[in-house]
């Protein structure tokens, strides 16, 4: 009887032990300066599945995008976005443009829609990210658009937050704003860390599912 109820108890320990393992959120890789950037794998507006580690040995920067926001069309509207990405593809870096705007909430696009708007636009990402259930933006904890994330050719995230810093929708603080993308860009060809690695972002709210 001794050795029926121990069994009885280990039982039920394990039973207990699964269950608490069952019911545990999943563990988070966050976005975090100076630590590898969060893998992920998307959906392209041209039907094709990407992967962060695809571009392992490349720069990387993330764009977090609506073209019903404001603030985004301040940098397309003049063509300060599509430098941005220009200079970036002929330095050989990837730029990734995301789209976590959910079905029904502004900036939300179908694949077609939004080849339209890169061409329409003259933008050249090497890629467009449909990520309407926002599991990328969430992952990456990207709050505004625009949201921009660096990540270096090892994988590590350089920097991450707003595009410059004059934090307005007037395309005429353009000129006058400092880039920090451009800024780290130049700071990492130079063998150097970018400064800042981290500032506020600013523009829209990402219009992830409610």
């Not at 959120?25 to 580690?53: M, Y």
């Not at 397309?76 to 079905?103: E, F, R």
């Not at 050249?124 to 933006?137: F, H, K, Q, R």
Request: positive net charge.
């Amino acid at each position: 009887m001794v050795e029926f109820a121990l069994y009885r108890h280990s039982a039920a320990v394990v039973a207990l032990t699964l269950a608490c393992f069952a019911l545990s959120p999943p563990v988070r890789a966050d976005a975090i300066v100076g630590k590898p950037a969060p893998e992920f794998t998307g959906q392209t507006s041209d039907g094709k599945t990407v992967k962060l580690g695809d571009y392992r040995g490349k720069t990387v920067v993330l764009e977090w995008t609506n073209h019903g926001c404001p603030f985004v069309g301040k940098h397309y509207g003049t063509g300060n976005m599509q430098a941005l990405q220009k200079q970036a593809g002929n330095k050989d870096i990837v730029w990734l443009s995301v789209i976590s705007s959910a079905p029904g909430r502004q900036g939300h696009v179908s694949p077609q829609r939004a080849n339209e708007l890169t061409a329409s636009r003259g933008a050249s990402p090497a890629a467009v990210i449909l990520d309407e259930e926002g599991d990328i933006g969430r992952v990456y904890e990207a709050t505004a658009t625009p949201h921009m994330y660096v990540v270096d050719d090892k994988g590590v995230l350089a920097y991450k937050g707003a595009i410059d810093d004059i934090p307005s929708a007037s395309h005429d603080d353009v000129a006058k704003a400092t880039n920090y993308v451009r800024s780290a860009l130049a700071a990492m060809a130079a063998g150097k860390l970018p400064d800042p690695r981290a500032t506020r972002a600013y523009g829209c709210s990402v219009k992830y599912a409610r």
